[in-house]
């Protein structure tokens, strides 16, 4: 088997894994990584051969983007202190507590590589936490916290990484000089991404065609990165300023296909990327372990106590910092999503899993100094992150769900509803103020008007029934019954249309382009429900 069938079989298993694991009830990223070590123990299945520099821009910019598609601006801002608490203050004292570990236990770690360790395994990957904690029907507020989580703290985590990795191969370490790096790389990065996103945004304006868009957005969270990059800016944090500024002033309500169409193209990229990166991880294993050969015990101990030190940590650290945040918090943060109690945060503190950004970093280490010597220790750097990551998806992916079980931990469906009646409400208004608005320019009938106003507030009864009073709910489930009956007919008779155009591309002279335009119209009178 070569490298390109090897890729073409850890996509095949991104796609199997998806619903293997929605079966089994288990994370289809955890069942990845499991596949991909069962690869690596068939003999004809090849090593990995893939350039470390060039992992975290091809796998890092399309993840965080897609990542960036479920969350806003305001929930940023909103959740700006519990950010800041957890990717930013505990990725730094991760990094630096698990750098004075290493460098006291691990033989010929020098302090700057040990601070490169401690970046690499510090923040928790958005990637495992959302997989694993966004299928358990946890509080809407929480998924938010760990999305927000994962996103900056990588930002934080990579800058410091590259800022100890230059120290490692340059042989000097400067703590000033290291401060003014971070804040350079991260004004260099957000003027990248606001840049480029308005510049994208205007140009999206010039494209009248869906598919060109959406080409566009793939291209973008790369351009973005590499941009960044190459000022000495964070590609990360570029990355994220981009998705940000599109996701806040590129939307075109109106625009209900290419929505549609981006949505299910952004899921699709994330699925394929997310599931290489984590069959890459399982591949990966087995080299990495290699090089514990006779070293098994020294090893298996550095690696224990770095993962008890980012475990416990991690626990310690969020008990309190919960505890602020809900004393800190006012009636004018009510958009501020923080754990309510103490359930939530141990739920928190178990789905803080690594994953791609971790071996990402690791594979990155150089393999060399600025002497030509080996990078010190850059296989006990590789052993210790892997059996990180292989540790927090196997052991914490694996038994959360039995801890938000035992916990009790389960979504404010009330909330939920709630937040939906307010949208549906607001919906049906805006549509029944504009039909006025209508009406006072145009001539329309008293007909079509009572009948335009009917559907829309059954379009509002359709997405909250709650609008409604009992006794007129009760007529309205009625309705809608009667309704998906027909649905369901017409349905059966689209598909009969659908089937009969089809038919007609295998008959003699029939244009293939047409019987697609036709077939087209059919999938769109479909999609609308007619």
């Keep these: 088997m070569g490298q390109l069938a090897l890729l073409f079989v850890l996509l095949l298993g991104a796609i199997a894994t998806v619903p293997l694991g929605n079966r089994l009830g288990l994370p289809a990223p955890v069942l990845m990584t499991i ?48 950010i800041l608490l957890l990717a930013v203050a505990l990725v730094l004292v991760t990094t630096v507590a698990v750098a004075a ?19 690499l395994v510090a923040p928790p990957d958005p990637v495992a936490a959302t997989a694993v904690a966004g299928k358990l029907g946890l509080p809407r507020r929480m998924v938010s916290i760990l999305e927000g989580e994962g996103l900056f703290n990588d930002v934080t985590a990579i800058v410091l990484y590259h800022v100890a990795i230059a120290a490692a191969v340059g042989g000097t370490f400067s703590a000033p000089d290291a401060a003014g790096d971070l804040v350079l790389s991260a004004v260099v990065a957000i003027a990248v991404g606001v ?3 308005w510049l994208a945004a205007k140009y999206m304006n010039q494209l009248d065609d869906s598919t060109l868009q959406i080409g566009l957005t793939l291209l973008l969270p790369f351009m973005s990165y590499l941009i960044a990059e190459e000022l000495h800016g964070s590609g990360v944090l570029a990355v994220l300023a981009t998705a940000l500024y599109l996701s806040e002033y590129a939307i075109d309500a109106d625009d209900v296909f290419g929505r549609l169409a981006g949505q299910t193209f952004w899921e699709i990229v ?11 991880i399982g591949l990966e294993l087995h080299n990495v372990f290699g090089t514990a050969d006779g070293r098994w015990g020294p090893m298996i101990g550095a690696a224990a106590a770095v993962i008890g030190v980012i475990t416990l940590l991690r626990l310690v650290w969020l008990l309190p910092a919960a505890w602020l945040a809900r004393k800190l918090h006012s009636r004018r943060d009510y958009d501020e999503d923080i754990p309510l109690s103490w359930r939530e945060t141990v739920v928190m ?8 950004a971790s071996v990402a970093l690791a594979l990155a280490v150089p393999l060399t100094i600025h002497d030509g010597k080996a990078f010190p220790a850059r296989e006990w750097i590789l052993f210790i992150a892997f059996a990180v990551v292989l540790f927090t998806l196997l052991v914490q992916g694996l038994t959360l ?70 006794e007129r709910r009760a007529a309205a489930k009625d309705r809608m019954k009667q309704r998906k009956h ?14 009969e155009v089809l038919s007609a591309r295998s008959e003699p002279g029939t244009d293939p382009e047409v019987v697609d335009k036709v077939l087209r119209q059919l999938d769109v009178r479909s999609l609308g429900r007619f």
Excluded at 349 to 356: F, K, L, N, Q
Excluded at 421 to 428: D, K, N, S, V
Excluded at 486 to 499: G, K
């Design 270 to 280: 994330e699925m394929l990327v997310t599931g290489v990166a984590f069959g890459l």
């Design 101 to 119: 570990v290493a460098n006291a236990i691990v033989p010929g770690l020098p302090l700057a590589a040990a601070l490169a360790l401690g970046a």
């Design 35 to 82: 596949a991909g070590a069962g690869l690596a123990l068939v003999p004809w299945v090849p090593n990995v051969e893939f350039p470390p520099e060039y992992i975290l821009p091809l796998v890092l910019p399309p993840l965080l983007y897609a990542a960036v598609q479920r969350t806003s601006w305001r929930q940023f801002t909103a959740n700006l202190r519990p």
């Design 349 to 356: 503190w178990w789905s803080g899993m690594r994953g791609v």
């Design 401 to 470: 769900p039995w801890l938000v079980q035992r916990l009790g931990v389960s979504a404010d469906s009330a909330a939920e509803h709630d937040l939906e009646r307010q949208l549906a409400i607001r919906a049906t208004k805006a549509a029944k103020k504009r039909l006025k608005e209508i009406q006072q320019v145009e001539d329309v009938s008293d007909d079509v008007a009572q009948l335009l106003t009917r559907r829309m507030h059954e379009m509002g009864v359709r997405i909250s029934p709650e609008i409604l009073d009992e």
């Design 486 to 499: 027909v649905q369901t007919l017409q349905a059966e008779l689209m598909s009969a249309a659908r089937h």
């Design 195 to 197: 840049a480029l996103g």
